[in-house]
């Protein structure tokens, strides 16, 4: 990269030397906006290698967006650990575990005087949330089909497809859950939550904590158990507050097996006590946006997972994931309550994948699998204190090739802005679901056009769209301005297309910067080309933070950019 960075400032020099129009300044401009906007922006494609290569941190003006997908953003991934780096991390690992003899382990005291060791059967049937099929990929409390379209798309929770409780009788999963504001009089906390058997035949009790102080418990028996538990705020009001929150879930007591109970996924949010009834997730609805005009919802600002007190040195979590062609994991952890350095290693599918350490920031080349199959990663941390809040896992993210986007430009429009749009998008799509959106961009000096009529658009994918009946593909101009003036159109068996001089004028009446314009309508369109649509004409959606509704201040600067749940999980439905 820096090889290429040098030859192409060699180049710029030399022309400038010859050269001094106008013209040849627009081209000197040109190629360094390429450079700092477009390559920086490609996605590195490994084979069997692990180069390290840094996310970009965004310009000031790109959209103040969902708070996981911006963290995405904000990372500067690297791969493996060299041997160097190896020998470090050990040595500094045994040093600090020479010294954790003065760790106290803590062990939540529980008494079992009133339950067999193996539990007892429960009379109450599992409840169903009426879900069609896990295929469908609708989360689960969620009525299918709905037609709700009032709150945003859940980001992936840490169980991903599914978690396996640690081996240890007394199981416990822990999560890091940070609530951006207080809890009002009027709403409870819910925790939506689905846990499965899988090698322990037996009932066991099943325990909520939060904030070290127990909300819940039932005995779940060997099948589904999907409930939400509600946490009253007339209860719990003193552990309700702004900040931090330690949600922690036990199996108790457990056989002592791998694999024993699975959680599917776990999600909490903030909402009045109706909600409960109607098992929908409580998830942000900005002020205004009906049906509550005037009232906002809140869901978690961070949610991340500790590692479990497993009672030994060497800790394992281990998850159920898809996975498909070009599979990378991005993974994060922070110290939490243990501040040293630790080995961490990665497996997939039982195959050694990667040494890193913990604290850290990887992206790791996982390989070629078939797309849409489930796979277990499974992460080991060695050298461990025997202590509850070890570390964090704040970044889990498997994601595969789903979609690809070609991307070419007129010449001497302001691409860098849509590059970082489609950015955002690319981030969204990682932390919120399992398939990748790439970007492929091609060309940024296509012959200058005012205004591009439908028949010159079909004219331009016809000579330019490179990857033309490739399976899996789909082109995007950026024109200055479109037939029919619309800010930007999904022509089906085409592609996308964006008009700049358009969103300009938008831009101006609505305020907002060229940056989020461009992510709103990328994401609009790009979620037409993937299946978001509802008839065979435009429907837009009638939550106007949605990017699914029609261009607005609320789908662009005012609020975060996303879908809505019911927009989001149409996609590839048709």
């Not at 085409?494 to 989020?516: S, V």
């Amino acid at each position: 990269m820096y090889k290429r960075k040098i030859q192409a400032l060699l180049l710029v020099v030399l022309s400038l030397s010859i050269v001094s129009s106008s013209a040849m300044a627009q081209v000197v401009d040109s190629m360094m906006q390429f450079e700092s906007s477009a390559q920086l922006y490609q996605q590195r494609e490994q084979s069997d290698d692990n180069t390290d290569w840094q996310t970009p941190i965004l310009e000031d003006e790109i959209p103040y967006g969902d708070s996981a997908t911006m963290e995405f953003l904000s990372q500067e991934w690297r791969g493996p650990l060299s041997q160097d780096e190896i020998r470090d991390v050990e040595l500094s690992s045994a040093a600090a575990l020479s010294n954790a003899d003065s760790i106290l382990t803590e062990e939540r005291a529980f008494p079992d005087s009133s339950v067999d060791r193996n539990g007892t059967f429960d009379d109450e049937d599992p409840l169903d949330f009426g879900i069609e099929s896990e295929s469908e990929r609708g989360w689960p409390w969620q009525p299918w089909p709905s037609q709700r379209k009032d709150f945003a798309a859940t980001v992936l929770s840490p169980p991903r497809e599914g978690h396996w409780f640690p081996r240890k009788s007394y199981s416990v999963l822990a999560f890091d859950i940070t609530f951006e504001y207080e809890v009002s009089s009027s709403d409870d906390v819910y925790i939506w939550t689905w846990i499965v058997n899988d090698q322990d035949l037996y009932s066991r009790y099943l325990t909520f904590w939060w904030d070290n102080q127990m909300v819940h418990q039932r005995i779940i028996t060997p099948w589904d158990l999907k409930t939400s538990i509600k946490i009253e705020y007339d209860d719990f009001k003193d552990y309700l507050g702004v900040g931090h929150h330690r949600l922690e879930i036990a199996i108790n007591y457990g056989a002592w097996k791998d694999h024993g109970w699975k959680m599917i996924y776990v999600w909490p949010g903030i909402g009045p006590t109706p909600w409960a009834d109607d098992q929908h997730p409580p998830l942000r609805s900005h002020a205004g946006a009906p049906p509550w005009p005037g009232e906002g919802r809140d869901a978690p600002t961070d949610f991340f997972e500790f590692t479990p007190n497993t009672g030994s040195s060497n800790v394992i979590v281990e998850y159920q994931v898809y996975a498909g062609t070009s599979t990378y994991l991005n993974l994060v952890t922070d110290n939490w309550d243990d501040t040293s350095t630790r080995p961490l290693r990665v497996y997939w599918d039982g195959s050694f994948k990667a040494y890193l350490y913990s604290p850290g920031s990887f992206q790791i080349w996982i390989g070629n699998e078939n797309d849409d199959s489930i796979h277990t990663l499974k992460l080991k941390f060695s050298n461990m204190p025997i202590m509850h809040y070890a570390k964090r896992i704040t970044t889990m993210a498997v994601h595969h090739r789903g979609w690809n986007v070609e991307l070419d430009c007129m010449y001497g429009l302001d691409y860098g802005s849509l590059v970082n749009g489609i950015t955002y998008t690319q981030a969204y799509y990682k932390v919120h679901s399992y398939h990748r959106m790439d970007l492929s961009l091609d060309e940024t000096d296509i012959v200058y056009d005012d205004y591009t009529t439908d028949s010159e658009y079909r004219s331009l994918h016809n000579s330019h769209f490179d990857h033309s009946g490739q399976a899996g593909w789909t082109w995007a101009l950026l024109a200055n301005k479109l037939e029919g003036e619309p800010i930007a159109f999904y022509m089906p068996g085409y592609g996308l297309a964006f008009a700049q001089e358009t969103i300009d004028d938008g831009r101006e009446t609505e305020g907002g910067t060229r940056t989020q314009w461009m992510t709103m309508s990328f994401m609009h369109e790009f979620g037409h080309s993937i299946g978001i649509k509802e008839g065979p004409g435009e429907v837009y959606c009638w939550n106007t933070d949605c990017v699914m509704a029609s261009a607005s201040a609320e789908n662009t600067h005012y609020h975060d950019a996303w879908y809505c749940f019911y927009h989001f999980w149409l996609r590839n439905k048709h």
